[in-house]
């Protein structure tokens, strides 16, 4: 953990409708322009029954101009009034992390 700075991660838990057109093209669309914020640090996502998408920021200040964006504020309106039946929004700093990579044989 050299160098560690702690960030912050928005988790995004949501169901969707039945009604998912235009979902995905936005999505990418709101994954390309969040790339482009100030303090994007990256993006994790994974979808079953429920999605989950984890977002990664420097500060809060970044997420909060993150969720004020006006293409991203039109995108909430549309979750809400077509693809979402439920969603939850956490926002959790991190202040420790670590993984695991097996080896690739040669």
């Known amino acids: 953990m050299k160098n560690f700075k702690p ?3 928005v988790i995004f838990t949501s169901t969707q409708t039945e009604d998912t057109k235009g ?8 994954e390309a322009l969040a790339k482009q914020q100030k ?3 990256g993006i ?3 979808k079953n029954e429920v999605g989950i998408t984890v977002s990664y920021w420097e500060s809060l200040k970044a997420i ?4 004020a964006n006006t293409e991203h504020l039109l ?9 979402y039946n439920w969603y939850n929004v956490r926002i959790c700093k991190v202040e420790r992390e670590y993984e695991f ?3 690739q044989e040669s």
């Open 39 to 41: 303090g994007y640090l």
């Open 7 to 9: 960030y912050y991660a």
């Open 101 to 103: 990579l097996r080896k």
């Open 23 to 30: 979902y995905t093209k936005m999505a990418e669309k709101m």
């Open 44 to 46: 994790e996502s994974a």
């Open 75 to 83: 995108a909430q309106q549309k979750g809400r009034e077509q693809w």
């Open 64 to 67: 909060k101009n993150w969720k």
